[in-house]
């Protein structure tokens, strides 16, 4: 299984569409897992021409976005149990937050968006992802996104461009 791993597309913004490498990926993906801030309805329904589609809502997201999506919710493939939130909020790093608001989920992963800034590191033993963003990579060398594959294993990586 595939599940390609984004957040913080905010188009139309700085970037005008998805990348090339993303949109091979989403092709060739089995499920979608966005952390937020899409920034319009119509980005979220590009994404969802891709496949199947699981979504959260980002600071940046118009209100038809609000009103449709959650602030946060649980996944669970091939038993492997993935929180998703944005990780927006005052105080506390973008990680704590993102740690704090599955502190009663049972969950393995946590994909949260907001910074911009590529993350993967294991915190009270989930493993925290930022996939980065495709789009906006604000003062970093390259854009990114994730990859998570379940096999047997499972495993997570950036891709960076």
């Avoid at 959260?56 to 998703?84: A, F, H, T």
């Amino acid at each position: 299984m595939k599940i390609v791993i984004v957040s913080d597309t905010h188009l139309p913004g700085k970037g005008k569409e998805l990348p090339a490498i993303l949109q091979k990926d989403l092709m060739e993906s089995d499920l979608i897992i966005h952390g937020g801030d899409f920034k319009t309805l119509d980005v979220y329904k590009e994404f969802m021409e891709y496949g199947e589609l699981i979504g959260v809502v980002g600071n940046v997201d118009s209100p038809e976005l609000q009103s449709l999506l959650p602030k946060k919710r649980i996944v669970e493939r091939n038993g492997l149990k993935v929180g998703v939130v944005h990780g927006d909020g005052k105080e506390k790093t973008t990680e704590k937050r993102a740690l704090e608001a599955f502190e009663e989920g049972d969950v393995d992963v946590i994909i949260f968006g907001h910074s911009h800034i590529p993350f993967s590191r294991f915190m009270k033993g989930v493993l925290l992802f930022n996939p980065g963003s495709p789009t906006d990579k604000r003062k970093l060398p390259f854009y990114s996104h994730g990859v998570l594959t379940i096999e047997d294993m499972w495993k997570i990586e950036h891709k960076f461009y």
